[in-house]
């Protein structure tokens, strides 16, 4: 990714995470925790369910957009790319991400439909499926948590087949099935149809959640490698609808 498009990335951010808290007004949602002046009490310990497990359900986005600017390199670390991963990245970037698939209006994925700070998802927790709501493109994904395995016959789509399961306060989701279509971030790393993406996930305390990622695809890297991205409630809101016009910008899209 060029400095200019990294730069345009962060402005789009700024620009944006002024105005999403604000996306529903004169709301108090229930069961919010409120310091004695009505504010959300975002270091209130974090909800539980009837049967004792976190509850992660709420509104939730990126703290920052260093992720979806460059996934690997937020992390301090160097993709350990197989050779045609590399060049294929290299190409990507060099072009100024020109084909990349949310430019066409293409849903984005695992990881970066949840790492856009601007657009926010939401998650609704029940005993036997997770389900996340995307602002962005208006998508959703699920997480089967009824004991069911991942499917031996898959056909490939852009969120794919997931399943979790608790272990203590985290739940861990694996996702497979993801179409190589898919781009893990902006900047364009890419991945195969071999690709498996596990997820930890830990509420902390109401207002903060951490997941951690880790990419297994024995096509495209050399060895999985990991990426932990922090989230932040937006308390007292609700998703609004974010529908793709791609033919207002297409004519603005330019490669190399």
Not at 35 to 46: F, H, V
Request: glycine share 6%; charged share 25%.
């Amino acid at each position: 990714m060029t400095l200019k498009s990294i730069w345009g990335v962060v402005a789009f951010a700024a620009i944006f995470a002024h105005t999403a808290a604000a996306q529903w007004l004169q709301l108090q949602v229930p069961g919010t925790p409120r310091s004695p002046d009505g504010t959300p009490n975002l270091r209130a310990p974090a909800p539980r369910t009837a049967d004792g497990k976190p509850d992660l359900s709420g509104v939730w986005r990126a703290r920052d957009g260093r992720h979806i600017a460059n996934l690997a390199g937020a992390e301090g670390i160097t993709a350990p790319f197989a050779p045609w991963a590399e060049a294929l990245y290299k190409e990507r970037r060099e072009n100024n991400g020109l084909d990349r698939p949310s430019g066409k209006c293409l849903p984005k994925s695992v990881p970066d439909a949840m790492t856009l700070p601007p657009y926010p998802f939401k998650i609704v927790q029940t005993p036997t499926v997770t389900v996340m709501l995307f602002e962005i493109f208006v998508s959703y994904r699920q997480i089967h948590t009824d004991g069911r395995a991942l499917p031996r016959e898959r056909q490939p789509s852009w969120y794919g087949y997931s399943i979790g399961r608790w272990e203590q306060d985290t739940l861990v989701v694996e996702t497979v099935g993801i179409t190589d279509r898919h781009w893990l971030d902006d900047s364009g790393y890419p991945h195969s149809d071999a690709l498996k993406i596990t997820e930890r996930i830990r509420r902390s305390d109401f207002g903060r959640m951490d997941i951690e990622f880790t990419f297994d695809d024995p096509k495209a890297y050399t060895k999985p490698w990991t990426a932990k991205v922090a989230f932040e409630l937006m308390p007292d809101t609700e998703l609004l609808e974010y529908v793709c016009e791609n033919e207002r910008d297409a004519p603005h899209m330019v490669g190399k």
